[in-house]
């Protein structure tokens, strides 16, 4: 058996229960404020001549009284995703046909129909919404029967004499097809169920096999559940509380297992982890702990948020502690033929979480990039392990250059000897080579730099890149 | 009663023991190939008995300028050509060249740390995660109790922890394993001086200092060039340098 629960202008009835002033005023509901069409209306509105389509002018010129009000659609969903929510209250299984209308499968559930209506009506009270429930042995028939009267209850051998004296309108059939029916004298569904199958269908189309067996108080159309969220966490409160690092990372260790022994129950991993803590102090604080890889491993997860928490300090101490798992993820990771070369991502992961927690500074790579100055030649960027390609020959790779190392910019003292610089630093010190200089000009958009570089050999073997700016010496590295 | 030799054939006999020690054997063998890191320098890696090896400290000593870094950047071009290598950077990285020499800096995490702290907590962190195959550090000044923990990590994550310095302090001399001392020997130009003059590369004596599993002394010399160079190179001797250089050439 299922369960209809049906929603007359669910979009319509939204935008009122948010304008209780409204009262019994006429009211249509605009796609838009301005210049929008009218995509539903209410008894009344129809009944003073305006129609779904029109534009709001249209509709205001039949219906000059009504209050026009704007569609909200993420308003609108946002209402019935909390309905449906409610109704698995009442059955696991809920079919989300539409905005306004879902089924529930009620087969195994306890209770008589009765009590199912009642306990359904309970459920969505809170909506305050007008809410019609019907229980019926197919989707089309449970729909009929709420479109009949609220708490209506259809067995299978009544679903053709329900369904017979309902008009064709219900079967959701686009005008042009209910007036082609009408002029073949078809006005209600048992008048559509006493034509002939066959001939009917040839001249419809497929569709009209469907309609036909609506008609007939059968619906071929299948029972479609929605697929729920998984929601798995574990929390402590009330159980004491932990003033000591010990205790906190005891009880943190009882709830990683719980909601790894859940995952692993359900064959997922948690990819992003949750940890709220409550202190006396009425303080709660929730920390998000990112894991590169979707894990359902107690010892990783509390590896990772042991070095989240590590350096946080809390006013009062935890008399509260939740962990929610979140970025359910299937869990298995294709096994590569040389697995052994491959990083471990949840090592670096771990290690990349301790090092923000210890040092406040995030592990990071570095790309090259064109540039003139030294400083602009590089750029950190977020570390990621990178996918395969390990494994290369090393001596296809390593190429011996010489290598620069930057130090803090500071100035310095040069003596100049014709063109060419032939004392550094104090004290001074000969320079035995020099090349250079290689001119930089650039950012004349952003403060225009120009410099002059030199490479300088010294008396004592130094060797650094030094440069002129203005008038002023500055040393930028040595080759090393 | 023991017989006492005069000076002379003592001082002799000793000289013969040592001469048929054949050092050089010792540092032929010492690890299987997978245990060590090759520098990706041939001559050196022979000095080294094969390279550096792995889950010890292996520390690169000398002046400010001296080719430490450029024996670094083979050893990371190698690791990161195998797997994944790691870098606390206190600000003298300079990636352009690092990529230059064929580090692949997209496998090499750089942690940034400024004070001799924040470098061993980085450097305690990136080992425990056995995630990488070459740790490198800048050397500074710690206590032997913080260099015998990261020593204890390394050889758990079976990792090689690099110090880069100009010369290693009592306790990190005491926990290395090799330490390599290195010397710019001469400076190679392309041209004469002036604007079209540029540096063409350099010789880098590299000498064992220490070695856990064989003899010190053994040296080796590495030339590095860098790519566009022409034709013409000028050679300038660098006067004898030191391998112990202290930092105080780093201030000009």
């Known amino acids: ?480 | 009663m023991p017989v006492l030799l005069p000076a002379g054939p003592k001082r002799e006999a000793f000289q013969a023991l040592k001469a048929g020690l054949d050092l050089g054997s010792a540092r032929r063998s010492v690890f299987a190939g997978d245990r060590l890191v090759p520098t990706g320098f041939d001559e050196l890696d022979r000095a080294l008995g094969g390279g550096f090896s792995r889950g010890a400290i292996g520390t690169l000593e000398g002046a400010g300028s001296s080719g430490r870094t450029a024996i670094m950047a083979g050893l990371l071009a190698g690791a990161t050509a195998r797997g994944l290598a790691a870098s606390v950077d206190d600000g003298a990285l300079y990636p352009p060249a690092l990529a230059g020499a064929g580090v692949r800096l997209e496998r090499l995490l750089v942690v940034p740390a400024q004070n001799a702290i924040g470098i061993a907590r980085a450097a305690d962190i990136l080992l425990r995660s056995r995630a990488f195959e070459i740790v490198v550090m800048p050397e500074v000044q710690l206590q032997a109790t913080v260099w015998s923990r990261l020593a204890g990590l390394a050889h758990k994550a079976d990792t090689l922890l690099l110090t880069l310095g100009a010369q290693a302090r009592t306790e990190l001399a005491y926990f290395a394993s090799v330490r390599l001392g290195c010397a710019i020997e001469r400076v190679l130009w392309a041209n004469e001086s002036g604007p079209f003059c540029e540096l063409g590369g350099y010789d880098i004596c590299a000498r064992v200092l220490k070695h856990r599993h064989a003899a010190p002394g053994a040296s080796a010399r590495i030339r590095v060039m860098t790519s566009n160079t022409g034709g013409f190179l000028r050679e300038r001797a660098v006067g004898e340098r030191h391998f112990f250089t202290t930092a105080r050439t780093m201030a000009i």
């Open chain 1, 1 to 480: 058996m299922l369960l209809c629960v049906c929603i007359p202008n669910y979009t319509l009835a939204v935008a009122r229960r948010d304008r209780p002033d409204l009262g019994d005023v006429p009211a249509l509901l605009a796609d838009k404020p301005d210049r929008g069409r009218v995509v539903a209306l209410d008894e009344r509105a129809r009944g003073d001549g305006a129609r779904v389509g029109q534009t709001v002018l249209q509709a205001c010129a039949s219906a000059n009284d009504a209050y026009v009000l704007v569609h909200d659609p993420i308003r609108s969903r946002a209402v019935w995703s909390d309905m449906l929510d409610a109704l698995d209250a009442v059955s696991p299984l809920v079919d989300d046909s539409a905005e306004g209308l879902a089924y529930l499968e009620m087969r195994g559930i306890d209770g008589d129909p009765q009590t199912w209506i009642d306990r359904t009506h309970l459920a969505l009270h809170e909506f305050d919404l007008p809410v019609r429930v019907a229980v019926g042995p197919s989707k089309f028939v449970a729909r009929a029967a709420a479109y009949v009267d609220d708490g209506r209850i259809c067995a299978q051998k009544e679903a053709a004499s329900l369904v017979a004296p309902l008009r064709i309108e219900i079967l959701d059939l686009d005008p042009r097809t209910i007036e082609r029916l009408e002029l073949l004298g078809v006005r209600t569904l048992g008048e559509l169920a006493r034509l002939p199958h066959g001939p009917l269908v040839r001249r419809f189309g497929k569709a009209a096999a469907t309609w036909h067996a609506r008609a007939c108080g059968d619906d071929p159309t299948p029972f479609l559940p929605r697929a729920h969220e998984l929601q798995i966490d574990a929390s402590l409160y009330g159980e004491g509380t932990a003033d000591r690092e010990e205790q906190l990372y005891f009880a943190l260790r009882m709830l990683a297992d719980r909601v790894c022994s859940d995952l692993a129950r359900v064959g997922k991993g948690a990819a992003m982890l949750y940890a709220t803590f409550e202190c006396e102090s009425g303080e709660i604080r929730r920390i998000d702990v990112g894991l590169a890889q979707a894990t359902a491993d107690p010892r990783t997860m509390l590896d990772v948020v042991r070095a989240k928490i590590e350096g946080k300090a809390f006013q009062s101490p935890v008399t509260g502690l939740r962990l929610q798992a979140a970025r359910l993820e299937e869990l298995g990771t294709p096994a590569t033929l040389f697995a052994q070369r491959e990083p471990d991502t949840q090592a670096i992961a771990l290690a990349l979480a301790r090092l923000e927690a210890a040092l406040g500074a995030e592990g990071t790579s570095v790309c090259t990039q064109a540039a003139h100055r030294f400083e602009r030649r590089f750029a950190y960027e977020p570390f990621a392990v990178p996918a395969g390609g390990a494994g290369q020959s090393v001596a296809s790779l390593a190429r011996p250059v010489p290598q620069l190392r930057l130090l803090a910019v500071r100035e310095i003292a040069v003596t100049m000897r014709g063109n060419a610089p032939a004392l550094v630093g104090s004290p001074p010190r000969a320079v035995m080579d020099c090349a250079g200089p290689w001119r930089i000009e650039e950012g004349w958009f952003d403060g225009p730099v120009t410099r002059d570089e030199y490479d300088v050999l010294l008396e004592d073997g130094e060797l650094y890149r030094i440069y002129r700016q203005g008038e002023r010496w500055y040393v930028r590295g040595a080759y090393d």
